[in-house]
């Protein structure tokens, strides 16, 4: 129950096309996140496998069976919009209530379903309060709660956690991959914050101008970028990318080392460069510098690394952290194994 | 959600407002043009004859159809200054911090809500009566002779009664406009030195003159079909002194069962609405971010 | 930044508005006080403001009298239902165009509004001439037809407005939950546009309400209503300055008290938005 499969699934508006035909299979129980920049297809995917849009072309399947021309209604997909789209007039009670009525089950049975959600959630406090009198993590669980309540082959999250400030993004992250490790439902979440992928995702789908730039595992897509897009979207802060006469010299167009790849020095490195910031947040430090002959570097150390503006510093990337990347942007394989 | 469920549900949802208002638009106006080519009177049913353009020849070479024409502009005009100039200097007041605003604003709206037929009337019998209005008596307080408003100069009365009317919905656009306007600019105009009656010409002036625009064109398509207080109090007379293209049409139709002459008189005020529709649309398309 | 008003200054305010104000609406306070005096008062070379002798005579006259009841049902059957059916035919379109707009829902919705600007004289013979050979002449329902008509663009259009604010994805929400689209606009889409909903009703069953081209040309005895009733009194027959006082009292204290609700909606739509 729950498996997702799109063949050749392609979108366009008008004369653009915003989706050139691509295929992916979501496995049951899997998370998988859709992660890209503004403007990458990610919604409009996660919204072709709703139903809220039509595909141009290709087909969706779901669990085996080909849902491409069925109402959303018909899918056995419960989604969890980017706003909660909560029902302003109803109760929390109603609106978790509202699929199953529209399902058509006896009262006994609503009520019984949407105790049982209330209870996975914990919203028993506030559960005949109206939506205007919650806050957004609560709004955030009663439209989890609504869409929990369908018990669905699948859910799909759209930028769930967009409009939650940074503190309460951390506890609902939380919450939502406690979740599937309870319900273990295939879960299908988009997001344009690489962090939220890296840590939710068993399966990341990287996305740019409706092209799969890669799927993996968020580790994968650490270690093994398939291409310049994928290292410099994964990883905070980003790969640093170095293109021109070092590069040749790896017999590549681009180079790549994570900052957390750089070992520092305050004497001589493989390269040398001069500290314009550093910032200090006393569990890492993390340095920007000028680097002779390649320009600026981000680099990071562990715990409280000594430099200050203007410094002189030596940095040596590990070599197994390598990536060397050519003229199409395409890995080129390590001559090493990976680390 | 753009499905094509959901786009052939909405086509399906419009179509009956859009047919409606087709057929109520169409049929009509087809058949008024029809009509307007025929020699076509009530009384005599069974002699139609087409006849081309002479009923428009004859519409608009009769000496009541200048008359209507001229009186049907003098109408909409005299009402749109006594409206627009009157409602600017009363939104301006009402803008003002007094007591009670909220009880003046219901002075000021009420006789938009008063229907044409009361209206008239009240001020036909009650304030123009020569012998028994109010007019009469304030007249004869001062020691003059009361005026007969309506025997005498019944377009300026209409225009009086149709204008009491409208000057509510004038201002209370005026209001709501003037209202919207950002008080930090003229805040920041006064900073920059500009006096009273610089400040009103070149800010409050120019943002009303948007309001403004609109409360003409909508006024005006309203004003081109002014109909019930005419019939009410004068019949259209004297003669034709206070007759309008719409009561022309009325009285030709309906009361001389010329259909083929009304009919023509009909497209006439259709063609001169149009007119002033085309420039409201233009500004409501504008307006409308879709 | 507030300032400082000087009390002075509020006073004259309040004063010269409170006087125009009284001035504009002095021929309503007129003929509601014209209507509880006597005949005789009523006509009286001296009128007097308060100082008469108050009497109910009249309005008691023009209900026994004239039949005013049925001509006030007229007027409460023909509005109302003209609204009605207006939001029945409205709420669809409405819905589709605030939420499936496409390419040419901007210009449908400008056509509507310029049906509006049809001078009803254009089309007054044709429908005169179908309604006598349908037997519709003197109807409520053949008036209730027209008048929805008339404010058809502007139920719409209202509708559109207030539907346009509120979020689609509530309504896309609905569609994952299993609704159909009937169940959508009865339970989603109506419950949180109902103040959208009554203020157009409002405004259009006071524009109804008030109607005089249709109204005066179409009826005669049995479906006329308050306005073609008091357009009757253009005759006079001997005294009757109180009665007719009596009568447009009556008539014009319905819209009178809802139209001061409505100030708000009357902008909204009567100015097709190009006001804000």
Known sequence: MGSITLKQVSKRFDDVEVIPPLDLSIEEGEFVVFVGPSGCGKSTLLRLIAGLEDVSGGVIEIDGKDATALPPAKRGLAMVFQSYALYPHMSVRKNIAFPLKMAGLEQSEIDRKVDGAAKVLNLGNYIDRRPGQLSGGQRQRVAIGRAIVREPAAFLFDEPLSNLDAALRGNMRLEISELHNTLETTMVYVTHDQVEAMTMADKIVVLQAGHIEQVGSPLELYRNPRNVFVAGFIGSPAMNLITGAEAAKHDATTIGIRPEHLELTTGEGQWQGTVSVSEHLGSDTFMHIEVDGIGTMTARADGDFPARHGDRIGLTPMPERLHRFDAQGLAMTRNEAAA | MSTTHSRSAAKAMLSPAVILLLLWMIVPLAMTLYFSFLRYNLLSPGTESFTGLSNYKYFLSDPAFFEALGNTLLLVGGVLCITVIGGTLLALLLDQPMFGQGIVRLLFIAPFFVMPTVSALVWKNMFMNPTNGLFAYVAKLFGGTPIDWLGHYPLVSIIMIVAWQWLPFATLILLTALQSLDSEQIEAAEMDGAGSFSRFFHIVVPHLARAGTVVILIQTIFLLSIFAEILVTTNGGPGYASTNIPYLVYAQSLLQFDVGGGSAGGIVAVVLANIVAIFLMHLVGKNLDL | ?276
């Open chain 3, 1 to 276: 930044m507030a300032r400082q008003v000087t009390l002075n200054r509020r006073l004259i305010n309040t004063a010269v508005a409170w006087g125009f104000g009284l001035l504009i609406f002095f021929p309503i306070l007129w003929t509601i006080l014209t209507s509880f005096k006597t005949e005789a008062e009523a006509i009286a070379l001296q009128p007097s403001l308060f100082g008469f002798e108050w009497t109910l005579e009249n309005y008691e006259e023009v209900n026994r009298r004239s039949n005013y009841p049925r001509y006030f049902m007229n007027s409460v059957i023909i509005a109302v239902g003209s609204v009605l059916l207006g939001l029945l035919i409205a709420v669809p379109a409405a819905w589709a165009m605030a939420f499936q707009p496409s390419r040419r829902t901007r210009g449908i919705l400008m056509w509507m509004l310029s049906t509006k600007m049809l001078p009803p004289v254009g089309v007054l013979i044709p429908i005169y001439l179908i309604f006598r050979d349908w037997g519709l002449l003197d109807s409520r329902i053949g008036l209730v037809f027209v008048l929805t008509m008339v404010n058809l663009p502007i139920i719409v259009w209202m509708l559109f407005t207030y539907f346009r604010e509120i979020p689609g994805e509530i309504l896309e929400a609905a569609r994952m939950d299993g609704a159909s689209l009937k169940s959508e606009i009865i339970h989603v889409l109506t419950p949180m546009a109902l103040p959208g909903i009554a203020s157009t009703m409002l405004l259009n069953i006071i524009l109804a309400w008030n109607e005089a081209f249709w109204t005066l040309v179409l009826t005669t005895t049995k479906a006329a209503p308050l306005t073609a009733f008091i357009a009757s009194f253009s005759s006079p027959e001997g005294l009757f300055y109180a009665k007719l006082s009596a009568a447009s009292t009556m008539a014009i204290a319905p819209v009178l008290i809802l139209g001061w609700f409505s100030q708000k909606q009357l902008v909204r739509g009567l100015t097709f938005g190009a006001v804000k």
